[in-house]
């Protein structure tokens, strides 16, 4: 199975500034044929479902905002909140779709400093 | 719109069976790739099942595996999941999540989850 680690758990970041979220693969999620990398960001808020925010690492998914970024390849990811607004307190996930069991990150919660 | 409506939790004791069932709406049931996604109280996301437009192929996390069977009705737009020997550890919200049209595996759309509690 493919093990996902965010870091870090939890981070309190000042209205305005940015904010970024670490996910680490224990294999590449790369997939040499297509040349793409099979790992997705969701957004939770608290007593909602979860919400795709990127998909092949740095799609960006229809009406998400363009202060929401992914990058990275391999095994090594990262979701960056460019100006943090109130509304994008939340806990985000990483997941990889490269093989099955597909699996989530641990999670890292997003707080106003 | 698309919207995907969950129903079937509640309260089981050790062992029991419970069926969850998806109802679909506002697009296409029969075109895409479903899942079962579940979150235990306070917990991150655990994918538990998938199954293929048509039925034809259906993957289990190894820890439902043989407890656990995934369906749909294409003609009702329903995604099922019958849930036997169930287990305190399978406490959670589940939730219902469609594929992304580019992919089988990450999820566009989720309900809104229901609640399985497993306790005597």
């Known amino acids: 199975d493919i093990v996902m680690t965010q870091s870090p758990d939890s981070l309190a970041v000042s209205l305005g500034e940015r904010a970024t979220i670490n996910c680490k693969s224990s294999?590449?999620?790369?997939?040499?044929?297509?040349?793409?990398?099979?790992l997705g960001w969701y957004q939770q808020k608290p007593g909602q479902a979860p919400k795709l925010l990127i998909y092949?690492?740095?799609t960006r998914e229809s009406g998400v905002p363009d202060r929401f970024s992914g990058s990275g390849s391999g095994t090594d990811f990262t979701l960056t909140i460019s100006s943090l607004q109130a509304e994008d307190v939340a806990v985000y996930y990483c997941?990889?779709?490269?093989?099955?069991?597909?699996?989530f990150g641990g999670g890292t919660k997003v707080e106003i400093k | 719109e698309v919207q995907l409506v969950e129903s079937g939790g509640g309260l089981v004791q050790p062992g029991g069976s419970l069926r969850l069932s998806c109802a679909a709406s506002?697009?296409?049931?029969?075109?895409?790739?479903m899942s079962w996604v579940r979150q235990a109280p306070g917990k991150g996301l655990e994918w538990v099942a998938n199954?293929?437009?048509?039925?034809?192929?259906?993957y289990y996390v190894d820890s439902v595996k043989g407890r656990f069977t995934i369906s749909r009705d294409d003609a009702k737009n329903s995604l099922y999941l019958q849930m036997n020997s169930l287990r305190a550890e399978d406490t959670a919200v589940y939730y219902c999540?469609?594929?992304?049209?580019?992919?089988?595996?990450?999820?566009?759309?989720w309900g809104q989850g229901t609640l399985v509690t497993v306790s005597s």
């Open positions: 294999q590449s999620v790369l997939y040499s044929s297509n040349n793409k990398d099979y």
């Open positions: 999540a469609r594929a992304h049209s580019t992919s089988s595996s990450i999820f566009d759309y």
């Open positions: 092949w690492a740095s």
């Open positions: 506002g697009f296409t049931f029969s075109s895409y790739w």
């Open positions: 997941q990889q779709y490269y093989s099955t069991p597909l699996t």
């Open positions: 199954i293929k437009q048509g039925g034809s192929e259906k």
